[in-house]
């Protein structure tokens, strides 16, 4: 009769004469793992680190973060935007906003009798990633308005403290959908939009040889229309890393061309920047 340590000691003897032979193989094989695994934790670093394209990589100059920017003169970010939206009057409102002299106008006609603003109640403030540009970082806040819809509120910091843009905020243009689309205006220095990639070439611009065509879309207007940069040119060059089929807001001038608002498509004549803040050019002192 055989016990189990017995029969165990003869397995034993039988497979010793083999146990050199497996544990080369054995070795060889665990090293080619670990070579392929360390291969496949270093790709997958790179792809983590290395520029998304669809976010612009080193040519996006405007970048998202959750760390919120750290100096601030005066109030915070959240306290600006809670004081401008309980603001009601113009002159409560001016003292929360950029440029207030430049800007009055916009917000008497916003908050005017037949404004947009004068319609609007404002539930919540929501916040999202603060954005880093090469000349500054500001906070943004979604603002949920009464029925659904929502703004986008930017605090910027400035020598006189933080301040809401209010071009950002209302989504200011230099010229008024309806008389784009109508064509009572054939250009407009400032649009706020998003935009997209697009494969929609046609009447004007049906030649892909010489257009870059994008999607454009706003939440002042209930359908979307269509812009295009000329191939080669500097505008397309700004606009190239604009990849990802998720709309990326943008600031940009626009044109009619031979009546192409009919189409409702346009030109992009420049690029104020990706985001809806533009940077306002330094004031040199008085030499």
Avoid at 9 to 32: I, P, R
Wanted: proline content about 6%; hydrophobic content about 35%.
């Amino acid at each position: 009769m055989v016990t189990l340590t017995e029969l165990q000691h003869q397995e034993d003897k039988t497979s010793n004469d083999n146990t050199s032979q497996d544990a080369q193989t054995m070795t060889k094989k665990t090293l080619l793992m670990i070579a392929a695994a360390g291969l496949a934790v270093l790709g997958g670093t790179y792809l983590l680190l290395r520029p998304n394209a669809n976010d612009g990589g080193k040519q996006d100059k405007e970048t998202t973060t959750d760390q919120q920017p750290t100096q601030w003169t005066g109030p915070l970010p959240k306290e600006v935007a809670e004081k401008f939206g309980q603001a009601g009057t113009t002159a409560e409102r001016l003292k929360w906003v950029r440029d207030p002299t430049r800007v009055t106008p916009l917000v008497e006609a916003f908050y005017g009798e037949h404004g947009p603003g004068n319609r609007e109640e404002i539930l919540g403030l929501k916040p999202m990633k603060a954005v880093h540009t090469p000349d500054f970082a500001y906070q943004r806040f979604q603002v949920k308005l009464k029925g659904g819809s929502s703004r986008l509120l930017a605090v910027i910091p400035g020598a006189d403290g933080a301040k809401v843009d209010f071009e950002c905020y209302t989504r200011h243009g230099s010229a008024t959908w309806p008389d784009l689309m109508a064509g009572k205006a054939t250009e407009a220095e400032v649009v706020r939009v998003a935009i997209k990639p697009s494969v929609h070439y046609k009447h004007l611009f049906s030649d892909e040889d010489i257009w870059r065509a994008f999607m454009a879309s706003s939440p002042d207007l209930e359908d979307p229309f269509y812009l295009y940069v000329r191939r080669g040119s500097k505008e397309e060059k700004r606009l190239i890393n604009f990849r990802s089929q998720k709309p990326a807001r943008a600031t940009l001038a626009i044109r009619s061309i031979k009546d192409s608002h009919q189409q409702r498509q346009f030109e992009v004549t420049a690029i104020h920047g990706r985001g809806w803040v533009i940077v306002q050019p330094r004031v040199l002192p008085e030499s």
